[in-house]
């Protein structure tokens, strides 16, 4: 599926801020610019974590991560944003093979949504964890628990 949207030409419709989770360990420095020049060129993207390096989790036999998070703000919808993040993750050639926490070009997740924690990898995993928590205390956003 090809689903390209200039997310940042709002007409004045109500933005979100979202943190999303980027992971990438196949050509991994080459997949991160790249997804980052992606969601410059086509979202509003507020800030960056740094990026860091961590060890795969679930199955070991594979490269280690490059991993970090970006705010953007965007007027699509939860569900809408998400595909976007999904098409896009397509357009990178993200393949979902038959190891679910395989290697993989480039992984998008939505964390944060208008300040609410959307998932557990949060507080589960310092490959989310870090580089979110960078952006919370760089941007002084206050989050919680749905």
């Not at 070009?105 to 928590?133: A, K």
Request: glycine share 4%; proline share 5%.
């Amino acid at each position: 599926m090809n689903l390209v949207i200039k997310l940042n030409e709002s007409k004045g419709d109500h933005l979100h801020r979202v943190i999303i989770s980027v992971g990438s360990n196949i050509e991994a420095a080459k997949n991160i610019a790249r997804c980052y020049e992606i969601l410059v060129a086509e979202t509003t993207l507020l800030a960056a974590a740094d990026v860091i390096q961590t060890s795969p989790v679930g199955y070991q036999f594979q490269p280690d991560f490059l991993n970090t998070a970006y705010l953007i703000e965007t007027p699509l919808d939860r569900v809408p944003f998400n595909h976007y993040l999904k098409a896009v993750e397509d357009r990178m050639g993200r393949l979902k093979g038959p190891i679910k926490s395989g290697p993989r070009t480039i992984d998008l997740d939505i964390v944060i949504w208008d300040g609410v924690i959307l998932t557990d990898d949060f507080y589960c995993h310092d490959y989310v964890r870090v580089p979110v928590q960078e952006l919370l205390d760089t941007c002084a956003m206050v989050v919680h628990r749905p």
